[in-house]
């Protein structure tokens, strides 16, 4: 994994009265363990990864508490372990990316809803509008209303989190329904702090185990006839009980404003923040929450409570419901319950914000101040709020003005000596001879190759995609069309969905596995066939996708070792022309080389500080050699690689230069080869405490070298 | 006043953005304030850009903390630290660096994006633009180049900006409590002698590296036959003639350079255009073939830098390997023209010969390897003889020629067309390419204007652009 978890596992274990100091997604896992759960799963996934990652290596603390834990294969599989929960009064909660995650998980979330639960269960997901959200913005909000599962949008400070963690399990326990807690990915990634209270050994759990299974009960089965009973209860029984429990509990959260202006907000809890400062911003509120209008925050978005709503509704002219992502689900079912109950109010929302989008400061502090202007009251100052606007729009002009242009983007790539790096490269020498090909891109570190230098991938589906999506599309190409996977997307979805389719309709096409070792862009998490990189590490399992692929059929496949770019360049252009039918899989092969420089830098560090024998290699280019037309920056795009200005007095173009932070992946030798570039590359070599013989001989080869050079002169 | 102050770091993923957040919030914290710090890293951990954003509050009577926002907001930013020079002017493009507020704190080194270093000739960025708006939209600035600081200590950039916070008080937090919330990170000897490179640079202890001269001096020649000529060159071109005369002299012998001065003879009077044709000519004349790539790779000064690029002042063992293919191509390059070009002709009959070449990896480092190397190098002798010769001087002929019908009709044209020197350039395929791009703006553009009656600067100015196209391809 990425990142080593022993501090945050000390965290974890913190007890009743101390100060929990953290990231928001641990204060949730901490909150997990004070709820009593039985069990823990999920699919990695930003903003949520760490959840799991912490608890995976958690795992003798895990053992103690009886609390079991799964890394499950994909979301499905995680959503299904959760049917636990709907036999046995146990606990459990699971995690993953939203939406997408969700969307692969929909089937089990379906069959989960219909039944209900019996032990809390809680589905702990992802979901962003802004510039760290790299998935489809949709709401997650639209599954909850639709399976009648509860959402969780809690305030996004650590107390509150963890509250409603607690409270999560409580109110799923007490409506019998699964509850959803989403989570913006800065709330995830938060620092702060809560005061923790013990964590709570599960009474179902490893250490107290059942000694029957649950007695045998039709009426739970999300079967038919008892789903038509499940879709009345949802509505009759269900939501009124959790209603009554969000009531009782002051889940939704109402602060009294200090003017008594008739106009009131309805917000998202996870908005708080960011609505409290334009407040304060806006000259309506001061840096302590303490806000001139009324507020409503809705902590639990699903199910409403209508009489909450009349409550805050009544005696207000009108109020602006500050709701992220669209369709405007809350502002739709905030006007049917003013409209039933009669309320002389106007309900503003998507009128003076907008539709799509971030609801970040700028645009609350716009819509905030515009839905204001639209409703003078006496006793609410405005000019703070127009000065404010103002200020925000010119520092945004002000900006432009001085830049003259926009700034270049810079999107994430491939590190430094990726092994993934030189396969796009070879797909491009090979189209060089062959002509363009249908790419079918997939979800995982190798999406990158969709950036420049590569600009490489017609199509992205989602994850272990790419080649049930090219299914339509290569037999209608006169040249084959190439899918590219990872071998995290192949284990979680891409064998079933897109080889095993591929072969059960004798399909054609290449598909190109990226083997790294890991699922490496969610943090580099363990997957079946780990092993195959580090077969001493713990207890990974040797699954291997070569054996698989032949188990399932495969006849053509070779494992190529991706940085061997010229014999990657041969067995791509022999997979896109052989005359033989049928799918054709190319094995990419390297280790993640953010994993392997983790082993080699320790591995030279140790041998330097015992006085050992070290080699620590890098390329470099003879800026002399180089002509300045960077062939290779446009095949490689490695972070590492880059240009510098020309030394030449007579020539004013950068030349290409490899800067410190080369790992010698070997990639520019190899590409300076495979594309015949230009000798300009080079790999040194530094020997640290070299041996005697080894000393010797280097004496000898430079005096002989130096005195050829004098000729030379 | 506001109660929170708030602080946005731009990092690029991997330079320890996240480890420099933590640090902030943990001394923070043992300065007594409240405090809270996000980020949106998600995929942007690799490589790309990425922001850090920490808000610290004084409690109010009853101990509470601020409600604290999760993002910056325009206009609204106390204190920037960037990373980058690029990364810098992102902030300001974003609204958060205001000449009212902010205080910037940010390396003037530049890393390159993709775009900027794929174009054929300079896709550079403007730096001299994005300085000015720098200075233009703080209220107060520190700038320095830090990635040269934490090269010169040995370190990874966040400490160097942590200490440069520290020496100059963007925050209330004191130095000790920055030092002690980074003890216990991993290589905390190194972090801290980035803290404290910081820190002197900041308080003024210590100098700020200075950007030294990328330009090279040329290599001292061993007589000057040609002194004489070159003295008698214009004063604005001379110091580039006499840097191109020993350029040729190095590469062929005096002869070639005599042969420089002579074909610079017509542009005496050009003005401006004789020093950058003069430029354009030294580089055109000593083309890269395998003669001169092995003469180049066999230079003590060659293995000097290679030495100091990876480290080693002394006399530790190093090796080095060289990549080298010759194709046919460069094969026939070598032979006299009439062989050479039958060769070629072999070639392109059977495409599948077309790439034929010979993949040597050799270490030059080791006596064998070396040799080999250093006999190509000798074979200057014979390249007059060669095919390649015969090509480059015609087409240099071809090339100074036009450049000597536009200057009579317009200085403007004459000026873009000795330009056009730029896109001739490359190894193998490329070369070729190139070479053909060349000829295709030659019969375009420049052929219609110097045999039609009028020119004009619309010519000049068009060539230009396509000059400008054609290198800025990625």
Redesign the interface.
């Given at each position: 994994m990425e990142r080593s978890f022993s501090e945050e596992i000390k965290l974890l274990s913190a007890g009743k009265g101390e100060v929990f100091?953290g990231e928001g997604i641990l204060a949730i896992t901490k909150g997990l363990l004070q709820s009593g759960v039985s069990y823990v799963g999920g699919y990695q996934g930003?903003?949520v990864s760490h959840l799991l990652d912490v608890l995976v290596s958690a795992k003798s603390y895990m053992e103690e508490l009886g609390v079991h834990v799964e890394a499950c294969s994909n979301e499905a599989s995680a959503a299904a372990m959760l049917g636990a929960s709907q036999v046995y009064p146990m606990r459990g909660a699971v995690t993953w990316k939203s939406i997408v995650g969700t969307n692969v998980a929909s089937d089990a979330l379906s069959h989960l809803a219909s039944g209900g639960v019996k032990g809390g269960a809680l589905i702990i997901i992802g979901e962003d509008y802004?510039?760290?959200?790299?998935i489809i913005q949709e709401r997650s909000l639209a599954v909850a209303l639709k399976s009648s599962m509860w959402l969780v949008d809690p305030r996004?400070?650590l107390t509150s989190m963890v509250d409603m963690v607690e409270h999560g399990f409580a109110l799923s326990e007490a409506s019998n329904t699964p509850v959803m807690m989403q989570l913006?990915?800065?709330?995830c990634?938060?620092?702060?702090e809560f005061v923790a209270r013990d964590n709570v050994k599960p009474k179902i759990g490893g250490i107290h185990k059942l000694a029957e299974p649950a007695a045998f009960s039709y009426d739970r089965l999300a079967h038919p006839p008892s789903t038509f009973v499940h879709e009345h209860a949802k509505v009759s029984d269900r939501r009124p009980a959790a209603q009554d429990y969000i009531r009782k509990h002051k889940l939704n959260e109402v602060f009294k404003g200090t003017r008594n202006a008739p106009l009131g907000l309805i917000l998202q809890g996870g908005l708080?923040?960011?609505v409290?400062?334009?407040l304060?911003?806006l000259g309506l509120a001061d840096?302590?929450?303490n806000s001139a209008l009324d507020l409503l925050v809705l902590n639990v978005t699903n199910p409403l409570v209508g009489d909450e709503i009349e409550d805050f509704c009544r005696g207000k002219d009108a109020v602006l419901v500050i709701e992220e992502g669209t369709p405007e689900f809350l502002e739709q079912q905030i006007l049917k319950i003013v409209t039933r109950a009669k309320l002389k109010i106007e309900v503003c929302g998507k009128d003076f914000l907008p539709e799509a989008g971030e609801y970040?400061?700028?645009v609350v502090?716009k819509g905030v101040a515009a839905f204001l202007g639209a409703h003078k009251k006496k006793g609410l100052a405005l000019a703070g709020a127009g000065r404010h606007v103002k200020?925000?729009?010119?520092?945004?002009a002000?900006?432009?003005k001085?830049?003259?242009g926009?700034?270049?983007?810079?999107?994430?790539?491939?590190?430094?000596g990726c092994p993934e790096r030189p396969v796009f490269g070879a797909i491009k020498l090979a189209e060089r001879d062959l002509g363009k090909v249908h790419v079918s891109s997939d979800i995982g570190?190798h999406s990158?190759a969709t950036?420049?230098?590569f600009s490489l991938g017609n199509s992205i589906m989602g994850y272990g995609m790419s080649l049930a999506s090219m299914a339509a599309v290569a037999p209608t190409q006169q040249r084959r069309s190439i899918a590219v996977m990872g071998d995290g997307g192949f284990w979680h979805n891409g064998l079933q969905s897109g080889v095993m389719s591929n072969l059960f309709n004798k399909g054609d096409g290449v598909l190109v596995i990226m083997q790294n070792g890991y699922t490496s862009?969610t943090g580099q998490q363990d997957h079946m066939s780990s092993a195959h990189f580090a077969p001493v590490v713990g207890d990974k399992l040797d699954a291997d996708i070569e054996t698989t692929l032949k188990a399932v059929g495969v006849k053509w496949l070779r494992t190529v070792r991706t940085y061997s770019v010229?014999k990657m360049v041969h067995t791509l252009k022999q997979a896109l022309t052989t005359a033989e039918k049928g799918l054709k899989v190319i094995i990419a092969d390297g280790e993640c080389m953010l994993v392997r420089q983790r082993g080699i830098k320790a591995e030279r560090a140790r041998l330097l500080k015992e006085g050992s024998r070290a080699e620590?290699e890098?390329f470099?280019v003879?800026d002399?050699?180089c002509?300045?037309?960077?062939?290779c920056?446009?095949l490689s795009?490695c972070?590492s690689?880059?240009?510098?200005?020309?030394?030449?007095?007579?020539?004013?173009?950068?030349v290409a230069h490899v800067n410190?932070d080369c790992v010698a992946c070997g990639l520019c030798?190899e590409m300076?080869?495979a594309a015949?570039?230009?000798?300009s590359?080079?790999?040194?070599?530094?020997?640290?405490n070299?041996g005697k013989l080894?000393?010797m001989?280097?004496?000898l080869?430079?005096t002989?070298?130096?005195s050829?050079?004098k000729v030379?002169? | 006043m506001s109660a929170v102050t708030r602080l946005l770091i731009a990092a690029l993923g991997g330079e320890g953005g996240g480890v420099l957040s933590g640090w902030v919030v943990a001394a923070a914290q043992a300065q007594g304030h409240a405090v809270q710090a996000t980020s949106v890293p998600g995929v942007a951990q690799r490589t790309g850009a990425t922001t850090y954003y920490v808000e610290i509050g004084k409690r109010d009577k009853k101990g509470a903390a601020p409600v604290f926002a999760l993002m910056p907001v325009e206009g609204g930013v106390d204190v920037v630290v960037a990373s980058e020079l690029l990364e810098a002017a992102r902030m300001v493009e974003r609204g958060f660096v205001t000449p009212d507020r902010t205080f910037l704190l940010a390396s003037t080194h530049r890393v390159l994006t993709v775009p900027e270093k794929s174009a054929r000739g300079d896709g550079t960025a403007n730096a001299d633009t994005m300085m000015r708006s720098l200075e233009k939209c703080s209220k107060e600035r520190f700038l320095f180049d830090m990635a040269e600081t934490r090269q010169q200590v040995g370190t990874i950039v966040n400490s160097v900006m942590l200490g440069a916070m520290a020496g100059l008080e963007l925050l209330p937090i004191s130095k000790e409590n920055y030092l002690e919330a980074m003890q216990g990170t991993a290589g905390s000897a190194a972090n801290l002698r980035g803290f404290e490179a910081g820190f002197a640079i900041a308080t003024g202890e210590r100098e700020a590296p200075q950007a030294g001269d990328p330009k090279r001096a040329p290599r001292p020649m061993a007589a000057d036959p040609l002194a004489a000529r070159v003295a008698g060159m214009p004063e604005g071109a001379r110091d580039v003639v006499r840097i191109g005369v020993g350029r040729l002299i190095d590469y062929q012998d005096v002869d070639y350079a005599r042969l420089y001065l002579d074909r610079l003879q017509p542009f005496m009077e050009s003005g401006p255009l004789l020093r950058e044709l003069a430029r354009h000519l030294a580089v055109r004349m000593s083309y890269e073939d395998i003669i001169r790539v092995a003469q180049l790779k066999v230079r003590p000064e060659r293995f000097s830098r290679i030495r100091s690029e990876i480290g080693i002042d002394g006399t530790e063992p190093f090796e080095v390997v060289d990549f080298f293919k010759p194709g046919i191509p460069e094969l026939a390059d070598l032979l006299p023209p009439a062989l050479g070009r039958r060769l070629l002709a072999w070639a392109a009959r059977a495409p599948e010969k077309r790439g034929y070449n010979i993949g040597m990896k050799v270490k030059t480092t080791s006596i064998s390897g070396f040799l080999r190397v250093w006999l190509l190098a000798r074979m200057r002798f014979w390249r007059r003889r060669t095919l390649r010769f015969a090509e480059e001087q015609a087409q240099i002929e071809g090339w100074l020629k036009l450049v000597e019908r536009a200057q009579a009709r317009d200085p403007a044209l004459a000026r873009e067309v000795a330009d056009l020197a730029r896109i001739v350039k490359g190894y193998g395929d490329t070369h070729r390419r190139a070479v053909t791009t060349y000829r295709d703006l030659v019969e375009r553009v420049v052929d219609p204007a110097l045999s039609g009656d009028g020119t004009g600067k619309g010519v000049a100015r068009r060539l230009k652009e396509e000059i400008s196209q054609v290198l800025a391809t990625h």
């Open positions: 100091r930003a903003p802004g510039e760290g959200s790299s996004p400070n913006r990915i800065r709330a990634h938060v620092q702060g708080y923040n960011t409290m400062r334009q304060c911003e840096d302590y929450g970040n400061g700028q502090a200020k925000v729009e010119e520092a945004l002000i900006g432009a001085a830049l003259g926009p700034v270049l983007p810079r999107p994430p790539g491939f590190c430094t570190c990158f950036f420049a230098p862009a010229e620590q890098k470099g003879d002399e050699v002509v300045n037309d960077h062939p920056v446009r795009g972070p690689l880059t240009t510098k200005p020309n030394p030449d007095p007579l020539r004013s173009e950068p410190q030798g300076a080869h015949v570039l230009c000798p590359f080079y790999r040194a070599k530094r020997i640290y070299p080894e000393t001989v280097h004496r080869r430079q002989v070298i130096s050829l050079s030379a002169a | -």
